[in-house]
């Protein structure tokens, strides 16, 4: 038997029992495998397994055409027509019904029939690898079940390229990693996994190769694996393919280049995988900060209109009733009037602050500060906000390098950040302390608390922490300004928090020189 040609499961389909038993023979003798059947209804109870079918032309019953005909309408195996009589009609309406070959019962067809059935089967391993390649290629462009399509490609490689097992490994995060197994195979996995690390680290004992081939049939050595580095067109490594038989055998020059074509496959459908979960990982935050930047309209359409209606009403006010207001009265509405102005020039700021460092704009003006006085002028600023907690101050009168107005809306955001997630009258504390040429100040509140989750995403721009809001005003941008504006001055601001116990944001500046 041709070395290329494995054992083939064979259905001798013949009504005359003597026939049967020479073409059984015959084939048994050439090393394949046989079934018999005595006419058509039995031969397709019996197709499962089969490779080919030798079905004789004239069957009782069903005969061969119809026989043919519905093995063919199953997708069944590759069907022989044999007949006794060498008419070219009857050739030609096999092969019209689907037949690959036709054999005359001639003096010397059982000599000729190991042949037959090889060469037979070639053209039926053909046409069966055509079908898969194309399947597979179409569902590598289609896919997008990781799971699915890695199975499909190595029970396909298993099957095609006649393996015990196929076994496909591919590189994540600089690890080699098992991603898909078919069939079984006695194995050392740990060392599976090295021998398929060393072909993607270019360990050439570790790879399988085709020394001397030049055509197709040439043999490589024995050996119970082929190795197959999966194809990358920027060269990094993507994984390996790996063929194991429960016996060292010879590939053929063939074999390996159909083992690179399901490598290519893998590699195709790990690369449109990974763009794939990329796009959607793209199409996931840009959804988040569509919904983010919806709410932050939302919020800062709200936060324009609080003290716009507080101005317009004020203002109204004294328009209207100017002569029937008192002067006391009229300055402590012209006093709202003005506060609440400045609150939504504070709010546009902001917003504008916001802008600059989300286009990286954000130019500090960094000159020498006394750190205390900028402490002091925040408090006093907030001082309607604050009024009834104590503020506990233990600041060092230290210059730091910083611009005035970046560290009054950084520490104004910290005090109102303290405030606004602490009980109303629980004190605040503000602490500075020196370390080398770094100076860190600290504001510290006895609130609600962070969980770790929150504390990592606090100072994500639009995230805000519900609980203890209570229902409180913001843009949910506060802290994201904070950490933007101690970074643009040179510094680090992080936060150290526990549920029920309070937070303490704090914040670097290099001491001024």
């Known amino acids: ?243 194991l038989t429960s016996k060292p055998r010879a590939f053929l020059l063939e074999e390996i280049e159909l083992a690179g074509v399901f490598a290519s496959f893998a590699g195709t459908a790990l690369r449109n995988l990974d763009q794939l979960e990329l796009e959607r990982r793209l199409v996931t935050e840009l959804q988040q900060s569509l919904e983010l930047r919806r709410d932050l309209v939302a919020s800062v359409s709200h936060e324009l209109r609080t003290p716009l209606t507080c101005i317009t009403g004020f203002s109204s006010t004294l328009l209207q009733h100017w002569e029937a207001i008192g002067d006391a009265e009229r300055r402590d509405f012209v006093s709202k009037v003005r506060h609440h102005a400045d609150e939504l020039a504070d709010l546009v700021e902001g917003l504008l602050d916001f802008a600059s460092a989300e286009a990286g704009k954000l130019e500090p003006d960094l000159v020498a500060v006394d750190l205390h006085d900028a402490v002091r002028t925040a408090i006093d600023g907030l001082a309607p906000l604050i009024e009834g907690r104590h503020v506990a101050v233990t600041v060092q009168p230290v210059k730091v390098m910083a611009d005035p107005h970046l560290l009054r809306r950084t520490l104004v955001n910290l005090l109102a950040n303290a405030v606004k997630y602490s009980e109303a009258g629980s004190p605040v504390a503000i602490r500075s302390a020196s370390d080398g040429g770094l100076v860190r100040l600290g504001i510290v509140d006895r609130g609600v608390g962070l969980s770790s989750d929150e504390a990592y995403r606090v100072f994500e721009p639009f995230w805000r922490a519900h609980r203890g809001d209570k229902g409180r005003r913001g843009t949910g941008i506060g802290l994201t300004l904070v950490r933007d504006y101690v970074r643009v001055m040179g510094g680090q601001v992080r936060v150290q928090s526990a549920l029920g116990e309070g937070s303490t944001f704090s914040f670097t500046l290099r001491r001024a020189l």
């Open 1 to 243: 038997m041709d070395v290329g040609v494995p054992r083939i499961s064979v259905l001798v389909v013949d009504d005359n029992e003597d026939h049967r038993h020479l073409m059984d023979r015959r084939l048994r003798e050439s090393g394949h495998l046989v079934r018999q059947a005595a006419d058509g209804t039995e031969a397709l109870d019996r197709l499962d397994g089969i490779d080919l079918v030798l079905l004789d032309y004239r069957l009782p019953g069903l005969s061969g055409i119809d026989t043919l005909e519905r093995i063919r309408a199953t997708s069944g195996p590759s069907v022989v027509m044999i007949t006794g009589m060498g008419s070219e009609s009857i050739a030609v309406e096999a092969m019209r019904a689907g037949a690959i070959d036709y054999v005359v019962k001639d003096t010397n067809y059982l000599s000729a029939l190991p042949q037959v059935v090889e060469r037979a089967w070639r053209v039926h391993d053909l046409a069966r690898r055509a079908r898969e390649l194309q399947r597979l290629a179409l569902l590598v462009n289609s896919a997008t079940d990781r799971k699915s399509i890695f199975d499909e490609i190595v029970a396909g490689a298993r099957v095609l390229l006649r393996a015990d097992a196929c076994v496909l490994y591919v590189v994540r995060s600089g690890t080699v990693i098992r991603e898909a197994l078919a069939g079984a195979v006695e194995v050392d996995t740990g060392e599976l996994a090295a021998a398929a690390g060393g072909v993607l680290s270019g360990s050439p004992e570790a790879l399988v190769e085709a020394l001397a081939p030049t055509g197709s049939g040439e043999e490589t050595g024995l050996a119970d694996r082929l190795l197959v580095p999966l194809p990358s067109p920027d060269g990094d490594p993507l994984g390996v393919l790996v063929l």
